[in-house]
């Protein structure tokens, strides 16, 4: 099967955060060099933690993740209640 890379981060909490939002939407993402950032002074060295899906679902979950920034942003530009 191959694998597409949807998005490359440099924390390994974000990158298991967003692995299990896609998960829970149905999509099967692997992370690809996440234990290589544990022997790293930094995962930047290393080119970061690759967040990777069936190259099948890749267009799906790409606009999954962008949908998810912007209600991020949307709720973020939001005035609080008063």
């Known amino acids: 099967m191959e694998f597409t890379?949807?998005?490359t981060l440099f924390s390994?909490?974000?990158a298991n955060l967003l692995k299990t939002r896609l998960e829970i939407a149905g999509f099967h993402p692997r992370l690809k060099d996440e234990n290589a950032t544990l022997f790293t002074a930094a995962p930047t060295t290393t080119g970061g933690i690759k967040l990777?899906?069936?190259?099948?679902e890749a267009a799906d979950a790409l606009a999954f993740i962008e949908s998810e920034a912007e209600a991020a942003e949307d709720s973020s530009a939001a005035?609080?209640?008063a």
């Open 79 to 81: 005035p609080p209640d």
């Open 12 to 14: 390994d909490i974000e």
């Open 52 to 56: 990777q899906v069936p190259s099948t």
């Open 5 to 7: 890379t949807v998005q």
